[in-house]
C-alpha cells in the first residue's frame, strides 16, 4: 500500500500530465481549423488540373505519350513514397500508415518485384527500417518548416522526377492519410508516377486550340500534375496530424481525469483509515487506565 | 458581358472575378482574352498578366510563374504555381 505522501505525488503528476495533453488538445483543435482551410483552398487547382489531364491524356495516349505517362515499360521495380508525421502524439496514425505501406510491400515482394521506399516525414523511418532494413533508400525531411507547403512539395516531386529519368525504379506508389474526420483518417495508397490514365476520358469538342502543341502542353503538365499530388498529400497529412492528435489528447485528458478521481479516492480511503486507527489508539489508550 | 477570369494556385483561389480583357504571357507570345474568345489551351512562361477591369482603366499587373491558361465557354482560367502581387 503506497503511503498517503505517494499517493499525493501520483495525483498530482497525473494532474500535470493531463494539462499538458488538454493543452495539446486544444492547440490541435485550433491548428485543425487551419489545416482543414487549407486542404479546402487547395481544392479547386487539383481539379482543374486533373481534369485538364484528363482530356489531354485521352488525346495524347499511345506510342507518342511521354514517360511519365506512358512507363517505362516494365513495372518491376517499385519505389514506396510514404508520407509520415515528423511528430507523434497523434494516436495511431503513423502506425496505421507504416501497417498499410508494409502490407502494400509484401504483397509487391510476393510477386517478384524488388521494392524501394522514399521516405517523406521522420515518423515513419524507425519502424520501416526495422522490418526491411535494407529497402529505405532516399527520404526527405520536412520538419525544418512549420508548416510544409508548396515548395516543398515540388521539392520532393523533382527529386522523384529526376530519380525517375535516372531510372532508378518503373513505379512510384504515394502512401498517404487521407483526412475524413477528427476521428477517422484512412491510410490510401495511390499510383504516383508513371501518371495513371484517367478513366473517365471525356472527349472533348475538338475545337480548342492547343499553343504550343498538346503533346509539349502535356509533356509540361506531367511534373506539375505530381507536384499537386504530393501537395494534396501533405495538406492531407497536416489535417489528419492535428485530428488524431486531437482525438487522442481527448482519449488522454479524460483518462487522466478517471486515473485522478480513482488515485483521490484511495487517498481519501487511507487517509480516514489512518484517522480510524488514531481514534482507536487513543480510545484503547483510554480505557486501558 | 465581361470576361469571367479565375487565377488559381495550389495554395488557394487567388482571384475569381468579372473583368474586361486579360493579357497572358504565353509561351508563344502574350496573348489578349476578351469575352467570347474561341476555347484555347496554352502553357505561359514566366512573366506579368494584365487584368484590365474596364476597357478604359490601367491594368493590375500579376507576376505569375509556371502554369498554364485555358479558355472554354465559362471564361479564362490561369493555373499558377506561383504567383507575387
Known amino acids: 500500500m503506497p503511503s498517503l505522501k505517494e499517493l499525493k505525488g501520483r495525483i498530482n503528476s497525473v494532474k500535470s500530465t493531463q494539462k499538458i495533453t488538454k493543452a495539446k488538445q486544444m492547440v490541435a483543435a485550433a491548428k485543425l481549423r487551419r489545416a482543414q482551410a487549407a486542404a479546402e483552398a487547395g481544392r479547386p487547382y487539383a481539379t482543374r ?40 502524439l497523434c494516436g495511431g496514425l503513423n502506425s496505421n500508415l507504416v501497417k498499410a505501406a508494409k502490407l502494400k510491400a509484401k504483397e509487391l515482394i510476393a510477386a517478384g518485384k524488388t521494392v524501394e521506399f522514399y521516405l517523406v516525414g521522420k515518423k515513419g523511418r524507425a519502424p520501416l ?28 516531386a523533382n527529386e522523384l522526377i529526376a530519380m525517375f529519368d535516372a531510372g532508378k525504379f518503373d513505379v512510384a506508389h504515394l502512401v498517404y492519410p487521407t483526412f475524413k474526420s477528427a476521428l477517422a483518417q484512412d491510410p490510401t495508397i495511390n499510383q504516383l508516377i508513371p501518371v495513371p490514365a484517367p ?7 475538338s475545337v ?25 498529400a501533405l495538406l492531407e497529412r497536416e489535417a489528419s496530424e492535428q485530428g488524431a492528435s486531437m482525438t ?13 478521481s480513482k488515485l483521490t479516492i484511495i ?10 486507527t488514531e481514534l482507536i489508539e487513543i480510545i484503547a489508550g483510554a480505557e486501558a487506565l | 458581358m465581361p470576361l469571367h477570369f479565375e487565377l488559381v494556385t495550389p495554395a488557394k483561389l487567388v482571384r475569381s ?28 512562361r514566366d512573366g506579368a498578366l494584365q487584368v484590365f477591369a474596364t476597357a478604359n482603366s490601367a491594368p493590375v499587373v500579376i507576376q505569375v510563374r509556371g502554369g498554364f ?14 504567383v507575387e502581387g
Request: charged content about 25%; overall charge negative; aromatic content about 6%.
Open chain 2, 69 to 82: 491558361a485555358e479558355v472554354n465557354e465559362t471564361g479564362l482560367t490561369v493555373l499558377a504555381e506561383h
Open chain 2, 17 to 44: 472575378e468579372d473583368v474586361h480583357m486579360v493579357v497572358v504571357p504565353g509561351t508563344e507570345g502574350e496573348f489578349g482574352v476578351l469575352e467570347g474568345h474561341a476555347p484555347f489551351m496554352s502553357t505561359i
Open chain 1, 49 to 88: 488540373l486533373a481534369a485538364v489531364m484528363a482530356s489531354l491524356a485521352g488525346k495524347v495516349a499511345g506510342d507518342s505519350a511521354p514517360k511519365l505517362l506512358g512507363g517505362t515499360g516494365s513495372d518491376q521495380r517499385h519505389l514506396l513514397v510514404v508520407v509520415n508525421t515528423d511528430k507523434g
Open chain 1, 129 to 156: 527500417k526495422r522490418e526491411f532494413p535494407t529497402l529505405i533508400g532516399a527520404g526527405f525531411d520536412t520538419s525544418t518548416v512549420k508548416t510544409p507547403g508548396f515548395a516543398e512539395a515540388e521539392a520532393i
Open chain 1, 199 to 205: 478513366t473517365d476520358a471525356v472527349p472533348l469538342d
Open chain 1, 248 to 260: 487522442a489528447m481527448d482519449n488522454a485528458t479524460r483518462n487522466a481525469g478517471e486515473l485522478i
Open chain 1, 267 to 276: 487517498y481519501n480511503r487511507q487517509r480516514q483509515a489512518a484517522i480510524t
Open chain 1, 208 to 232: 480548342v486550340e492547343y499553343e504550343p502543341s498538346e503533346e509539349e502542353i502535356l509533356e509540361e503538365l506531367l511534373p506539375r500534375y505530381v507536384r499537386t499530388q504530393l501537395f494534396g
